[in-house]
Structure formats: C-alpha cells, structure tokens
C-alpha cells in the first residue's frame, strides 16, 4: 500500500476499489524515458512479484500456478489433445527484461523482450489420441522439466474499459515469440509407464527437436498464460494510478 495509504484511504479503498500497491511502478504518460520508469518500478516491486500481491490480486511468480490447460492442435507431425492440470512453474520470477517499447499514442501498446534463465515446472497430464512424429502419445501422469534459455518477445495492446465508474486496462491482443534452448523431462506414467519411458528418451535425446514441433502451441499458450496475467494486474489497479497523466 502507498505511504499515505492509512486510515482514510483505506476507507475509501472499501468504497471504490483498489489503489496500486506501495512501490508499483507509477509513470508519468509525457515522460520521455517511460520506458526506464517503468523498468525501474518493475524492479522495485520484483520482490512483491515473485511473492504476489493478494491485495489488488497479482499472482505470485514463484512460484507460478496455472490450475488447468486443455490443449487441442493439429500441425505438422503433432495431434495434441491433452489436459494440463496443477501446472506449477519456478524460476519465472528471476526474469530479466531485455527490452521494453511502450506507445501511448493514442493507444495502449507494448512490445517486450524477456529472457527467463531456467525454468522448473511440474505438470499432471491427461494425454489422449496424440502423436507427434512417428510416435503415438497416450497417458496419463506426472510430468516434470527444467527449461533453460527461454527467450520472450512479446507484442500486445490494450484498450480502455468502464468498471464501477472507473476505467481500467484489458489486454487485447497479445502475440509472442518463444525460444527455448534446452529441455530435459521426467515423467511417471500411471497408464503406459513403457512407452512414456520412450517418449522421456525421445524427447531428451533431442529436446530441440520435439520443442520445434510444439512451438505454436507453446507460444499461443504462453501468450494465453500472459494475457490473463495482465488482466489481473489491469483489472486491479485503476488506469490513473498504472499511469499518470
Ligand atoms: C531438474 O533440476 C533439478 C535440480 O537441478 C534436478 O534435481 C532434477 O532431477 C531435474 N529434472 C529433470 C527432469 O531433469
Ligand atoms: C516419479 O515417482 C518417483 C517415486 O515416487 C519420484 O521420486 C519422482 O520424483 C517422480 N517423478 C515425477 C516426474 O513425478
């Protein structure tokens, strides 16, 4: 909470909704260096990031929870559908930011290039009827993987909308581009134990392989998983106090 948010402006709080938390990014829109501003306030609150803000709803970093994924693609060598549940992502909180492009002419729009070192994550999956080259995909488990070497660049915008006489940022279209440079995976199979034992070995005799092959897929839900993030930061923090006219 901000320093003069005591007393009455928690009072007012319970009235008309959320204020951005103490030491959230709070940029001016005519300043020249916005984008420095905001890398720096992203900085700062790094800490309340990867912990999350249950005040105004941000979820925490690390670790990152996405409770469910229901994937279902058809591409070249790959027929997917699986369901994805308990996914819990670490080491996303140690992003670094390597370039950040915001337009506020007349419109909300960012372009931002991420790279996340490593990432842990353990997954339950429900995979039926799918095949990814030569090899047939059935089961049901847990997975688990370190990724390392991810790189983000991500393009979106938003628009304003009305809530409670208030106006508030929505994610609109966000679109990324995602490279990961290593993968190794383990999975405990409770249906095909066997084959998934192939598929482990498949896949980490030649990570970058099978990535190559579910890469759209792993953009589009990286860019769905991003979107839904920042629908919780916008929809919590009135658009004047996320930026200042
Ligand atoms: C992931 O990394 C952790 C920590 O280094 C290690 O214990 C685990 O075995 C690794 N998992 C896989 C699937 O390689
Ligand atoms: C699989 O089960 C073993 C034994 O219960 C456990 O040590 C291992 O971490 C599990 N691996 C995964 C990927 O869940």
């Known amino acids: 909470m901000r320093v003069f948010c005591s007393f009455v402006l928690v009072c007012v709080i319970g009235v008309q909704g959320k204020v951005a938390p103490d030491g959230f990014p709070a940029c001016k829109r005519t300043d020249p260096q916005i984008e420095k501003c905001f890398l720096d306030g992203i900085e ?11 005040e105004v709803n941000i979820p925490s970093l690390e670790p990152f929870l996405v409770p469910t994924l229901k994937l279902d693609r058809t591409a070249p ?4 559908k699986a369901v994805l549940k308990n996914m819990v992502a670490r080491g996303g909180g140690n992003f670094r930011i390597d370039r950040l492009k915001i337009n506020l002419n007349n419109k909300y729009a960012a372009e931002v290039k991420l790279f996340i070192p490593r990432l842990a994550v353990t997954v339950d999956y429900d995979v039926k ?9 059935d089961g049901k488990g847990q997975l688990r993987g370190n990724f390392t070497g991810i790189q983000v660049v991500a393009k979106g915008s938003a628009k304003v909308i009305e809530k409670d006489g208030e106006s508030y940022l929505q994610a609109d279209k966000i679109a990324t581009r995602l490279k990961i440079n ?3 995976i383990d999975i405990n199979d409770t249906e095909r134990p066997y084959a998934a034992n192939s598929a482990v070995a ?4 030649s990570p970058n392989v099978v990535l190559d092959i ?9 860019a769905a998983i991003m979107k839904a993030f920042l629908n919780k930061i916008f929809g919590s923090i009135p658009l004047k106090e996320l930026i200042l006219d």
């Open 129 to 137: 009827g799918s095949r990814l080259l030569v090899l047939d995909i």
């Open 214 to 222: 579910l890469n759209p897929l792993i953009e589009d839900t990286g």
């Open 77 to 80: 060598n790959l027929r997917l």
């Open 202 to 205: 498949f896949f980490n005799s």
């Open 182 to 184: 290593h993968g190794q």
């Open 44 to 54: 700062n609150i790094r800490p309340q990031l990867q912990a999350g803000i249950p």
